[in-house]
């Protein structure tokens, strides 16, 4: 008889910076406890409705924010990023097809979603490619072992439009509305162990806590 392992629940948004400077302390995180734990990923849908606009509107803010970023996490954002997201302003700040595109990649249950997601923040963020046009994935899933032409042909279908939609709203009925945010799920009880960027040991305290009570 099998039993089931307690669960890690990594809530992200793909065009969360802070979620970006996250990236290694999670995947560190993963990397310690992927035998204790399962591991699973949420698209927090930070970029949705009301919210979608082009990034120029928030560029003074971003200009400020990513070096605060740098500066407390060590990731660097990418001069791509820089010249051809932030500065032209047009981009546009959409967190549904990355949120589809972790949808569709957790459907094909390869067990890295957690990698997955840290590919596209550095898509994104480092590389400068935009997260909104279907083509671009391809590149992104190939080094999975995911055809790049299926997964591309198939990102964009209504049932995973709905899926992605319906994990945003789970999101939010969890309350959680700062990313990156960390929930470990022990069966009874639901715990939220980082709701915004932590360091390591933080995560690492609040784990050992939980699994010697």
Not at 2 to 19: N, S
Not at 20 to 31: A, C, E, L, Q, T
Not at 120 to 125: D, H, M, R, T, W
Request: charged share 20%; glycine share 8%.
């Amino acid at each position: 008889m099998t039993t089931q392992k307690p669960r890690i629940i990594y809530i992200y948004d793909a065009l969360c910076g802070w979620c970006y400077g996250f990236s290694p302390v999670i995947r560190r995180f993963y990397d310690t406890y992927a035998d204790t734990f399962d591991f699973d990923v949420l698209s927090g849908g930070m970029m949705t409705g009301p919210r979608v606009q082009p990034i120029g509107v928030s560029m003074s803010y971003i200009e400020q924010a990513y070096k605060v970023v740098e500066e407390h996490t060590g990731v660097q954002f990418g001069e791509a990023y820089l010249d051809k997201i932030l500065k032209p302003g047009t981009y546009l700040s959409d967190s549904e097809k990355p949120g589809m595109a972790m949808t569709l990649f957790k459907a094909l249950q390869t067990g890295r979603q957690l990698e997955f997601a840290g590919t596209l923040q550095k898509a994104l963020y480092y590389d400068g490619i935009d997260l909104n046009v279907d083509a671009n994935y391809g590149p992104l899933v190939e080094p999975f072992g995911v055809d790049p032409d299926e997964f591309t042909a198939h990102i964009a279908d209504q049932a995973i439009k709905e899926q992605t939609w319906a994990e945003f709203n789970v999101v939010a009925q969890y309350g959680i509305n700062g990313f990156p945010s960390v929930i470990v799920d022990a069966g009874n009880k639901l715990y939220l162990i980082a709701r915004g960027y932590v360091p390591y040991e933080r995560l690492d305290d609040a784990i050992k806590q939980i699994t010697t009570t």
